[in-house]
């Protein structure tokens, strides 16, 4: 991904969103082909998975829209390009029960056609509501002051409907749409956690696990206290190794470390505060070109394989299409 201001280039050094030039010596290949996109330059970051319908949603951050993978294999853009005043298509998540489709969505250089300035204009960005079966916009939640520089990276809903969303820049933090208010609140923001990421919620509904530059952090929801996750030695989940996907799964994290092309589960102890132990599930399979996010569907994990971000000349162009490849969905089974 290009970008020309350093406020980038720091989220992209430690959120996976450049490709990093390293020896892979170690090869784990578990994951196979579910499905590709023919539109080479989508840039993808997120896909969504509607398990009502057995539909894919993907998000690009080049076109500013959202589309659906249908049963068949059919493919169909669903939120039209910058529809709404949609930017960059980041973090997604599906509330199934109440067909609602939740959209972080941010501004930056990835958008065809964006000009904004981060030191003079700021940087915009918004969580978005629409409607699962009409693609109608429901509510949009939205930061944008002169000079501020927002960023919408992911996010996650509860069973009983209220979202959480991570943010980064001018601020590093933690918000919430509550379902019974349905405004954007924040609930902290702290420089112990730099640039949220993934985030993930524990099946008891009580524990937030929020991945960032300097790890992973656990954010307890009664009690409202944060704290870092406890790593053993030789476990890296930090600055080059960090996460960008998290996913909770059996009492363990699906982590997607994006310089180092790995896919990771970290088993947990009871607490949820401490990682026991790290398994490599995938690493440096031949489709990865800046792996990002992905869904857990039926015991196995769905993703993006190649977000391509660094897929840019020097001038700023894109890559032209015989340099760029198709989008592709991996699936691993955990």
Request: charged share 25%; with cysteine; glycine share 8%.
């Amino acid at each position: 991904m290009h970008y020309q201001h350093y406020y980038i280039v720091i989220f992209l050094l430690f959120s996976g969103f450049v490709m990093v030039s390293q020896e892979q010596k170690d090869v784990v290949n578990n994951s196979s082909i579910a499905f590709t996109i023919p539109e080479k330059d989508l840039l993808p970051e997120s896909i969504a998975y509607d398990n009502l319908k057995e539909e894919f949603y993907v998000g690009s951050t080049r076109k500013g829209k959202i589309i659906k993978v249908s049963k068949d294999g059919s493919k169909q853009d669903f939120i039209t390009s910058k529809k709404e005043g949609l930017w960059m298509i980041i973090g997604m998540e599906i509330d199934v029960q109440r067909r609602h489709l939740w959209v972080c969505s941010s501004g930056g250089d990835n958008l065809e056609g964006y000009t904004r300035k981060d030191g003079t204009e700021g940087r915009p960005a918004g969580v978005f509501k629409f409607n699962l079966d009409t693609g109608k916009l429901i509510n949009k939640y939205v930061l944008d002051v002169t000079g501020q520089v927002h960023f919408f990276n992911d996010l996650i809903i509860s069973k009983n409907g209220d979202v959480y969303i991570t943010h980064m820049f001018s601020e590093h933090a933690l918000y919430t749409i509550p379902k019974e208010q349905d405004q954007l609140v924040k609930v902290f923001s702290s420089s112990a956690i730099k640039y949220p990421n993934g985030i993930a919620l524990s099946d008891n509904q009580s524990q937030l696990f929020i991945a960032h530059s300097d790890g992973i952090s656990v954010y307890d929801i009664q009690d409202q206290k944060t704290r870092h996750i406890q790593v053993p030695v030789g476990v890296k989940i930090s600055k080059q190794e960090s996460i960008d996907g998290l996913y909770y799964y059996k009492n363990s994290l699906i982590g997607i470390q994006p310089d180092t092309k790995t896919v990771q589960q970290f088993k947990l102890d009871k607490t949820g505060y401490k990682i026991l132990s790290a398994k490599p599930l995938e690493v440096n399979h031949p489709m990865m070109n800046n792996p990002t996010t992905g869904e857990i569907i039926k015991d196995k994990l769905y993703y993006v394989a190649n977000a391509q971000f660094g897929s840019f000349n020097k001038d700023g162009s894109l890559f032209s299409q015989d340099k760029l490849y198709e989008v592709c969905i991996l699936k691993l089974p955990l």
